[in-house]
């Protein structure tokens, strides 16, 4: 090895040594502070657990827990990130010349909304194939099977062994609620036993009601 390799070599190691040196004794002026806070949702009031908080130069940090709180030791100038999955990055930077050794936080994440483009999925690779197909189709094999399932009988069965829907749930749950609340407070009313009723039918059958409908 030469002369010019070793001056290039005892150069390199030299400004490598002299950097980590400043670098150490930058470290050792800088203050450390004791960062903590609480992580919220920027529309609520509800705790974020499992929040990653880290300096991502130094390759420190930690979790959030259970009801959104984290503790760490931070230098001064340190930029901390707050991540987590579906929520928008947050960044805090440690503030220098602060007065007291501890900092205080209450750190609100919005919603990360990702809107994905519309994807058409079809059963052949290309249009012009989906229309040959559907051109090569016979139809009038499978008519009588067609015509089978839309038979009166089968549609018959089919209705009597359908569940009920939403909205006869929510009508025989409110008829129920209301018959509870009858034989709470009395026997249910009998139109027969009704002497008004009877009134009004007996008085009805006089003027000739039922007559004129009949007519």
């Known amino acids: 090895m030469n002369l010019p390799h070793i ?24 203050r450390i502070l004791q960062l903590s806070g609480i992580i919220l949702n920027a529309d609520s009031t509800d705790a ?9 130069k130094k390759g420190r940090g930690t979790s959030s827990n259970n009801f959104g709180y984290f503790s760490m030791p931070v230098a001064e100038g340190d930029s901390v990130v707050f ?10 930077v440690i503030p220098k010349d602060h007065k007291d050794d501890k900092i205080s936080l209450i750190v609100t994440m919005d919603t990360d909304e990702i809107l994905l483009g519309e994807i058409e999925v079809m059963p052949y690779p290309t249009e012009d194939e989906f229309k040959r197909a559907v051109l090569a189709l016979n139809i009038e094999e499978d008519m009588p099977l067609n015509r089978g399932n839309l038979s009166p009988q089968l549609l018959l069965r089919w209705a009597e062994e359908m569940p009920a829907s939403g909205d006869e749930n929510f009508r025989g749950f409110s008829r129920q609620q209301v018959m509870q609340t009858q034989d709470r407070y009395g026997p249910r009313p009998l139109p027969l036993l009704n002497p008004f009723a009877w009134r009004d039918f007996i008085r009805s059958i006089k003027r000739g009601d039922l007559k004129s409908r009949d007519d």
């Open 83 to 92: 991540t987590f999955i579906g929520l928008k990055k947050q960044s805090f």
């Open 48 to 56: 974020i657990p499992g929040v990653n908080v880290y300096v991502p």
């Open 7 to 30: 001056a290039f070599f005892l150069f390199f190691f030299g400004a490598t040594f002299l950097c980590a040196e400043v670098q150490a004794q930058d470290e050792q002026e800088r």
